[in-house]
Nanobody, 128 residues
Framework: QVQLVESGGGSVQAGGSLRLSCAAS????????MGWFRQAPGKEREGVAA????????YYHDSVKGRFTISQDNAKNTLYLQMNNLKPEDTAVYYC?????????????????????WGQGTQVTVSS
């Protein structure tokens, strides 16, 4: 049974940094697409970043380019999201997600319906 467990959320002031982690277990596929999504109150869930665990360039939402970095540690089966220069509009519940399909398949890296496995989410709150 695949499990994704996020950690690292919290409250910070604008301009601050947080690093989210997503520990994966029960995963039997050597290569997969893993992503970070977020959902703010009253808004739809949106893709923040994604990475193919087999290598290649990551994907980012335009609003986080240059501020967020997605990375992985395959030895630890852990996905990370380093978030710098946080803004109040980054406030949301952040979710880790995984799928077997390539991130580039159908240009769908940011479509939550294309992901099979999800974590429980971790709250990130940025105050001004």
């Amino acid at each position: 049974q695949v499990q994704l467990v996020e950690s690292g959320g919290g409250s910070v002031q604008a301009g601050g940094s947080l690093r989210l982690s997503c520990a994966a277990s029960g995963w039997t596929y050597r290569r997969n697409c893993m992503g970070w999504f977020r959902q703010a109150p009253g808004k739809e869930r949106e893709g923040v970043a994604a990475i193919w665990t087999g290598g290649g360039s990551p994907y980012y939402h335009d609003s986080v380019k240059g501020r967020f970095t997605i990375s992985q540690d395959n030895a630890k089966n852990t996905l990370y999201l380093q978030m710098n220069n946080l803004k109040p509009e980054d406030t949301a519940v952040y979710y880790c997600a995984a799928r077997i399909l390539s991130c580039s398949y159908g240009s769908s890296w940011d479509r939550d319906s294309h992901y099979t496995y999800w974590g429980q989410g971790t709250q990130v709150t940025v105050s001004s």
